[in-house]
């Protein structure tokens, strides 16, 4: 089934790591794009040389930027425009990204009305001055409060995101923030590892923050881990974790190669084997420049790729009946010699990442394909 991803790209207030497309804009502004966003999704009018006929999703994900910027109002309306047009029903996946330090209360009718299931809520560290660091305003308090408020509201399938690689971050800092994740009962957590993107703050005032090297990220990973997964959690993607049966659903879709239409700047999207996007840029969305062809997408290389961010990994058979045998020389080659050296499990038939290789799994793909 396909899913359907609507990007709001506006924020309070830039993160010193972020180098997403998101800014704070004026209201009239907002409510220009906001408008050209139901206007795109009750049309297609941007995307329409990519869809051939209905486009039927499962999932629907308001990704950002921060979405719980948005008033109520304004996301009643797109969720439930896009409800309607891609038959979104009540077995889907709703759901929305959330800034903690929002209004979140003020959207609790909105969740209710249109049927949000899921909130994702940008935590990054329980320890209030990593959030500082980070540029997140909400304390330890304020995000206990907000879970409890959307279980209180019958959302319980929360997402936390954690950073690991903060300045100054160590193990007993990181050990703070899992426990911390733990005892909020939420049912995902997601822990990326911070890359100083080029041009960011971190980038331009490096000299400022004590960076952890790489080797003390390496065990912050494993720490994190051994963690969550001793606490239940199964580490189903490199970078995810869920309690079972609550593995994202919607961004299972980019790694098992399903059908995914985003809409509104900076987007992306993959339907029926082709890449397209729009411009990193609201003034042309909201003009109404069409989406960008990016390319085919699908190939053999891709779908290993993708396969083996998942736990379960590859299976070889399937890969061979999806792109012949020839695909598979290289893999039976090396496979081995990983194996050997701890970082795949390998059976002659399935192939996936053990956590050692999930650290290495760039250099590891790469040589696999
Ligand atoms: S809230 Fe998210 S999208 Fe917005 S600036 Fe911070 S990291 Fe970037």
């Known amino acids: 089934m396909n899913g359907v991803y609507i990007h709001i790209p506006f924020c309070k207030s830039k993160c010193p790591y972020c180098d997403f497309y998101s800014y704070r804009c004026k209201s009239e502004e907002q409510e220009k794009y906001i408008d050209s966003l139901i206007d795109e999704i009750n049309t297609s009018r941007r995307t329409e040389e990519f869809l051939k006929g209905e486009f039927v999703a499962d999932t629907l994900y308001i990704g950002g930027g921060t979405p719980s910027v948005l008033s109520g109002n304004d996301l009643t309306r797109i969720i439930t425009a896009a409800k309607k047009r891609f038959r979104i029903d009540d077995f889907s996946e709703i759901t929305v990204e959330c800034n903690p330090g929002s209004d979140i209360e003020s959207l609790i009718p909105c969740f209710k009305e249109t049927g949000v299931n899921r909130v994702s809520l940008g935590m990054q560290s329980a320890v209030d001055s990593e959030r500082r660091t980070l540029g ?21 399938n929360i997402s936390l995101d954690i950073m690991l690689g903060i ?23 997601s822990a990326y ?40 959690f199964s580490h189903y993607e490199i970078s995810n974790f869920a309690v079972p049966g609550y593995e994202s659903r919607h961004n299972t879709k980019y790694w098992e190669l399903e059908n995914y239409l985003g809409i509104g700047a900076a987007a992306h999207s993959y339907v029926d084997g082709k890449r397209f996007y729009f411009k990193s840029d609201t003034e042309s969305f909201i003009k109404g420049e069409k989406a960008v062809f990016d390319g085919l997408g699908g190939d053999s ?7 083996l961010r998942l736990k379960k990994g590859l299976n070889l058979t399937e890969l061979k009946n999806l792109y012949g045998e020839k695909v598979l020389e290289r893999i039976n080659k090396k496979a081995p010699l990983f194996k050997e050296q701890g970082f795949v499990n390998f059976d002659g038939e399935n192939l996936s990442l053990t956590r050692k290789g999930f650290l290495v799994s760039n250099s590891i793909i790469s040589e696999l394909i």
């Open 193 to 232: 590892i911070l890359k100083i993107e080029d041009g960011t703050f971190f980038d331009t005032h490096r000299e400022r923050y004590d960076f952890p090297d790489d080797n003390a990220v390496c065990d912050l990973y494993e720490q994190c881990a051994d963690t969550l997964e001793k606490a239940g």
């Open 167 to 189: 300045p100054s971050q160590t193990p007993e800092t990181l050990k703070e923030t899992l426990n911390f994740a733990i005892g909020c009962e939420v049912k995902h957590i």
């Open 136 to 156: 997140r305003s909400a304390d330890k308090e304020r995000i206990k409060k907000v879970i409890k408020l959307l279980k209180d509201n019958g959302i319980d």
């Open 301 to 307: 290389e891709e779908y290993i790729m993708l396969k």
